[in-house]
Protein backbone atom coordinates (compact mmCIF):
# COMPACT_ATOMS: atom_id res chain seq x y z
CA UNK A 1 0.00 0.00 0.00
CA UNK A 2 1.10 3.70 -0.74
CA UNK A 3 0.14 4.81 2.61
CA UNK A 4 -0.69 2.42 5.93
CA UNK A 5 -3.16 4.48 8.47
CA UNK A 6 -1.91 3.67 12.36
CA UNK A 7 -4.89 4.83 14.11
CA UNK A 8 -4.84 4.99 17.99
CA UNK A 9 -5.66 6.17 20.93
CA UNK A 10 -3.51 6.12 24.46
CA UNK A 11 -3.71 7.16 27.95
CA UNK A 12 0.13 6.67 29.49
CA UNK A 13 2.04 6.76 25.95
CA UNK A 14 2.98 2.77 25.60
CA UNK A 15 -0.20 2.20 22.98
CA UNK A 16 1.40 5.64 21.11
CA UNK A 17 5.14 4.18 20.88
CA UNK A 18 3.33 0.56 19.48
CA UNK A 19 1.86 2.68 16.75
CA UNK A 20 4.71 4.87 15.52
CA UNK A 21 6.77 1.07 15.68
CA UNK A 22 3.71 -0.20 13.27
CA UNK A 23 4.53 3.40 11.28
CA UNK A 24 8.53 2.46 11.31
CA UNK A 25 7.71 -1.05 10.22
CA UNK A 26 5.26 0.37 7.41
CA UNK A 27 8.02 3.01 6.49
CA UNK A 28 10.95 0.60 6.08
CA UNK A 29 9.24 -1.68 4.04
CA UNK A 30 8.28 1.40 1.46
CA UNK A 31 5.07 2.71 2.57
CA UNK A 32 4.39 5.66 3.87
CA UNK A 33 2.64 6.10 7.59
CA UNK A 34 -0.55 8.18 8.66
CA UNK A 35 0.33 7.50 12.55
CA UNK A 36 -2.72 9.35 14.23
CA UNK A 37 -4.64 9.63 17.42
CA UNK A 38 -8.11 8.70 16.97
CA UNK A 39 -9.52 11.40 17.21
CA UNK A 40 -7.41 13.22 14.10
CA UNK A 41 -9.68 10.63 11.50
CA UNK A 42 -12.57 10.22 10.15
CA UNK A 43 -13.63 6.72 9.65
CA UNK A 44 -14.56 7.60 5.85
CA UNK A 45 -10.76 8.24 5.79
CA UNK A 46 -10.58 4.08 5.95
CA UNK A 47 -12.73 3.13 3.81
CA UNK A 48 -10.94 2.96 0.97
CA UNK A 49 -8.24 1.20 2.67
CA UNK A 50 -7.33 -2.53 1.96
CA UNK A 51 -6.12 -2.33 5.08
CA UNK A 52 -4.82 -0.28 8.47
CA UNK A 53 -3.91 -0.77 12.22
CA UNK A 54 -5.83 0.38 15.14
CA UNK A 55 -4.23 0.79 18.57
CA UNK A 56 -6.33 0.63 21.93
CA UNK A 57 -5.22 -0.09 25.73
CA UNK A 58 -7.18 -2.18 27.82
CA UNK A 59 -9.51 -0.18 30.16
CA UNK A 60 -11.55 -0.46 32.95
CA UNK A 61 -12.30 -4.01 32.82
CA UNK A 62 -10.44 -4.97 29.85
CA UNK A 63 -12.58 -2.91 27.19
CA UNK A 64 -11.85 -0.54 24.74
CA UNK A 65 -11.31 2.89 25.90
CA UNK A 66 -15.52 4.22 25.38
CA UNK A 67 -15.57 8.09 24.75
CA UNK A 68 -13.80 8.00 21.49
CA UNK A 69 -11.77 4.37 20.19
CA UNK A 70 -14.93 2.36 20.86
CA UNK A 71 -17.48 4.93 19.37
CA UNK A 72 -14.92 4.73 15.67
CA UNK A 73 -14.70 0.91 15.52
CA UNK A 74 -18.63 0.90 15.70
CA UNK A 75 -18.69 3.34 13.12
CA UNK A 76 -15.98 1.39 11.01
CA UNK A 77 -17.10 -2.20 11.98
CA UNK A 78 -19.67 -2.04 9.00
CA UNK A 79 -17.03 -1.38 6.57
CA UNK A 80 -14.28 -3.81 7.59
CA UNK A 81 -15.16 -6.95 5.63
CA UNK A 82 -12.43 -8.35 3.65
CA UNK A 83 -9.75 -5.79 4.54
CA UNK A 84 -6.82 -6.17 6.45
CA UNK A 85 -6.45 -4.90 10.25
CA UNK A 86 -3.92 -5.18 12.53
CA UNK A 87 -4.62 -4.13 16.35
CA UNK A 88 -2.50 -3.43 19.36
CA UNK A 89 -2.41 -2.67 22.61
CA UNK A 90 -0.85 -2.45 25.66
CA UNK A 91 -3.05 -3.33 29.55
CA UNK A 92 -1.66 -3.07 33.03
CA UNK A 93 -3.93 -5.99 33.91
CA UNK A 94 -5.68 -9.02 33.10
CA UNK A 95 -5.16 -11.73 30.30
CA UNK A 96 -5.49 -9.77 27.42
CA UNK A 97 -8.98 -10.63 27.32
CA UNK A 98 -10.05 -7.20 25.66
CA UNK A 99 -7.78 -7.90 22.85
CA UNK A 100 -9.16 -11.39 22.55
CA UNK A 101 -12.53 -10.03 22.19
CA UNK A 102 -11.65 -7.44 19.60
CA UNK A 103 -9.92 -10.08 17.14
CA UNK A 104 -12.96 -11.87 17.51
CA UNK A 105 -15.29 -8.83 17.22
CA UNK A 106 -13.02 -7.73 13.76
CA UNK A 107 -13.15 -10.87 12.19
CA UNK A 108 -16.89 -11.68 12.91
CA UNK A 109 -17.42 -7.84 10.69
CA UNK A 110 -15.37 -9.87 8.26
CA UNK A 111 -11.87 -8.77 8.76
CA UNK A 112 -8.50 -10.36 8.54
CA UNK A 113 -6.33 -10.29 11.08
CA UNK A 114 -2.69 -10.85 10.94
CA UNK A 115 -1.54 -13.67 13.13
CA UNK A 116 -5.65 -14.48 13.92
CA UNK A 117 -4.72 -11.54 17.02
CA UNK A 118 -3.43 -8.52 18.16
CA UNK A 119 -0.20 -7.70 19.78
CA UNK A 120 -0.22 -6.75 23.46
CA UNK A 121 2.31 -5.30 26.02
CA UNK A 122 2.26 -5.58 29.12
CA UNK A 123 3.03 -1.67 30.33
CA UNK A 124 5.25 -0.43 28.07
CA UNK A 125 6.22 -2.47 24.75
CA UNK A 126 9.44 -4.76 25.20
CA UNK A 127 11.57 -4.86 22.30
CA UNK A 128 9.31 -8.10 21.28
CA UNK A 129 6.21 -6.23 21.35
CA UNK A 130 8.00 -3.14 19.33
CA UNK A 131 9.57 -5.77 16.90
CA UNK A 132 5.95 -7.55 16.04
CA UNK A 133 4.58 -3.99 15.63
CA UNK A 134 7.22 -3.21 12.94
CA UNK A 135 6.49 -7.01 11.39
CA UNK A 136 2.65 -6.13 11.40
CA UNK A 137 3.70 -2.23 9.79
CA UNK A 138 5.67 -4.53 6.81
CA UNK A 139 2.71 -7.00 6.36
CA UNK A 140 0.53 -4.19 5.63
CA UNK A 141 2.34 -1.90 3.61
CA UNK A 142 2.49 -5.68 1.60
CA UNK A 143 -1.14 -5.09 1.02
Known sequence: ??????VYWSQSGN?????????????AAGS??????VSDVSPDELKSQKGF??????????????????????Q????VAGKTIGLFGSYGWGDGEWMRNWTDRMKAAGAEVPG???????????DAA??????????????
Not at 1 to 6: F, K, L
Request: glycine share 8%.
Open 130 to 143: KAACEALGRTLAAL
Open 1 to 6: MDTVYV
Open 32 to 37: KAKVLP
Open 15 to 27: TQAMAEAVGAGAE
Open 76 to 79: IEKD
Open 53 to 74: ALGCPAMGSEELEESEMEPFVE
Open 116 to 126: DEGIIANDAPD
